[in-house]
């Protein structure tokens, strides 16, 4: 199939660098990132007035907001770990569920800075990305291709922290020390210090929080993607001439 295409779309690079099967056809390859859907990414009146009231709830708190599936790729676990080692100036809340959540409320056990939410609707996931101080983002395998809902929470300009993993295009979305920080993958005790990191500097969160929010925007908006994807049927329109 490869051999056949004419072209191979790929969502970052670092996808392309990771995989014994596009590095064979590189020539072939061109990157077009996921594009965040813009009602997702826009904070409408009714997930303010929500976002407000998580704020008002957790005054004086440096809340962590994570979102994903509850499997083994998605990393909570290491969220979970890794809030063991914060103090009670946090509040973590953790959105989705899955088979691992069962597990994952378990390994919490007495952590009261945790709350699991469940799945959420749009409105109430809007609100959660607009009233946290920091994005978790703990995937941990390749599995993690791009990461949307990371990017989505960049375009609310949160920093992000995340594991730093191969071949996976999640340290494309988040550049490391431009809009967030990685992590040594699958360490929750790294994971901790970087969160530390922003939660002990104000300044850098709001610095690179515009960061991710100009890069969710610029790279990954949909008017982005229309034009690469256009730019990509134009190129094949005159290969074909």
């Known amino acids: 199939l490869l051999r056949r295409a004419e072209k191979v779309v790929a969502t970052s690079p670092n996808y392309i660098d990771g995989s014994a099967y596009l590095t064979r056809f590189r020539e072939k390859c061109t990157v077009i990132p996921n594009c965040a859907d813009s009602t997702r990414v826009t904070a409408d009146e009714l997930s303010k007035r929500m976002a407000e009231e998580i704020a008002r709830a957790n005054e ?43 597990s994952l409320k378990k390994l919490a056990e007495g952590d009261d800075k945790i709350t699991f939410l469940g799945v959420l609707d749009d409105p109430t996931c809007k ?57 040594k993958n699958a360490d929750a005790a790294s994971f901790a ?32 993607f229309r034009e690469q994807v256009q730019a990509l049927f134009d190129e094949l329109g005159e290969n074909s001439l």
């Open 127 to 183: 609100a959660y990305m607009q009233a946290c101080d920091i994005f978790c983002f703990p995937s941990v395998t390749k599995n993690e291709a791009f990461g949307l809902a990371l990017a989505e929470a960049m375009a609310y300009g949160k920093p992000a922290v995340t594991f730093h993993i191969e071949g996976s295009g999640v340290n494309f979305v988040s550049l490391n020390g431009v809009t967030g920080l990685e992590a």
């Open 193 to 224: 210090a970087a969160v530390g990191t922003l939660a002990d500097d104000r300044a850098l969160r709001l610095k690179m929080g515009e960061a991710a929010k100009e890069r969710a925007l610029t790279c990954f908006g949909e008017s982005a």
């Open 60 to 102: 004086g708190k440096i809340i962590l907001f994570a979102l994903g599936r509850h499997v083994p790729y998605k990393g909570m676990e290491y969220l979970v770990r890794a809030s063991a080692l914060l103090d009670e100036r946090f509040a973590v809340f953790i959105g989705g569920e899955g088979p691992l959540t069962p």
